[in-house]
């Protein structure tokens, strides 16, 4: 993944998303054929997460890559909204819960 992905597909959809809704809701999914993130795309990340830190409800990450699951575990706690993780075998499982209108 690289900083230009983020700057070409992720900022956008985030940005406009944002523009029309108060707070907003994110299915990010990790596959594991995933090899990794240039720098500039980590510092694009947490930009884009930072910056819009209180506007975030609910975002699921579906992920088999141990070091993401470990991370997210070990920082998840500073996203104010609710953050869940699901094996790939979950993505069904996943959707639901990051669209359902109940915690």
């Known amino acids: 993944m690289t900083r230009k992905d983020y700057d070409d597909i992720l900022v956008p959809a985030v940005t406009a998303a944002l523009r029309g809704h108060e707070k907003v809701r994110l299915y990010y999914e990790v596959t594991p054929k995933f090899s990794g993130m240039e720098a500039g795309a ?18 699921a990450v579906v992920t088999d890559v141990e070091w993401i699951r470990h991370t997210i575990n070990a920082f998840g706690f500073l996203l104010p909204g609710k953050l869940r993780i699901f094996a790939c075998s979950e993505t ?4 639901e819960w990051v669209i359902a209108s109940k915690t």
């Open 42 to 59: 980590m510092w694009e990340d947490f930009q884009v997460g930072m910056g819009h830190l209180t506007r975030w409800e609910r975002v």
């Open 92 to 95: 069904g499982a996943a959707r």
